[in-house]
Antibody
Framework: QVQLQQSGAELVKPGTSVKLSCKASGYTFTSNHMNWIKQTTGQGLEWIGIINPGSGGTSYNVKFKGKATLTVDKSSSTAFMQLSSLTPEDSAVYYC??????????WGQGASVTVSS | QITLTQQAESLWVSPGEKVSITCRASQSLLYTDGKHYLSWYQQRPGQTTKALIYHASIRTDGVPTRFIGSGSGTEFTLSIEDVQPEDIALYYCLQTLKKPWTFGGGTKLELK
């Protein structure tokens, strides 16, 4: 079955970067786009962007341009999201989710990022 | 961007009852292909987020028939008939008609 296994929780300092991973299994990695989503208590769910694993093409929510960078490694069926210049406002749970026919039909378990000095 | 409003932050329900969760969009989610680009998701603690409904009314594989999606244009509803204890969760709507894709604020279903 389709599974998305995300990397673990991160505690990072302000001003630094963090790279989250999302390893896909159970399907052909390049057949479906991959999304990333941010969840906070205050802002709910926010769509960060989407990547086409086959071409590497990306589309970002303007709000996250310059903050998030989406990449993939086709050889390991893994999607990555790097978050840069971290501030406490970036503290959240981040999800990867596969897209099929414009529905996010499989989600990772989420990765908690805490930005604190 | 398209704003999705889920009016109710919380709804209280008893097992066996029917409940409806609404989602209002700031513009029509109907595309020229005749489909509405609105989907519904369930978040339960300790579980991965689950897609329930897509294109407003189509259940995803394995979703029980008590979950019913309806609506058109800008008004959409997720109804749960004969609520079960395992349906106690957070529910979100999502529009994928125009980027940035946007979510509703969420509705928490709680037991009376």
């Amino acid at each position: 079955q389709v599974q998305l296994q995300q990397s673990g929780a991160e505690l990072v300092k302000p001003g630094t970067s963090v790279k989250l991973s999302c390893k896909a299994s159970g399907y052909t990695f390049t057949s479906n786009h991959m999304n990333w989503i941010k969840q906070t208590t205050g802002q709910g769910l926010e769509w960060i962007g989407i990547i086409n694993p086959g071409s590497g093409g990306t589309s970002y929510n303007v709000k996250f341009k310059g903050k998030a960078t989406l990449t993939v490694d086709k050889s390991s069926s893994t999607a990555f999201m790097q978050l840069s210049s971290l501030t406490p406002e970036d503290s959240a749970v981040y999800y990867c989710a596969r897209v099929d026919d414009y529905v996010m039909d499989a989600w990772g378990q989420g990765a908690s990022v805490t930005v604190s000095s | 961007q398209i704003t999705l409003t889920q009016q109710a932050e919380s709804l209280w329900v008893s097992p066996g009852e029917k409940v409806s969760i609404t989602c209002r969009a700031s513009q029509s989610l109907l595309y020229t292909d005749g489909k509405h680009y609105l989907s519904w998701y369930q978040q339960r603690p300790g579980q991965t987020t689950k897609a329930l409904i897509y294109h407003a009314s189509i259940r995803t594989d394995g979703v029980p028939t008590r979950f019913i999606g309806s609506g058109s244009g800008t008004e959409f509803t997720l109804s749960i008939e004969d609520v079960q204890p395992e349906d106690i969760a957070l529910y979100y709507c999502l529009q994928t008609l125009k980027k940035p894709w946007t979510f509703g604020g969420g509705t928490k279903l709680e037991l009376k």
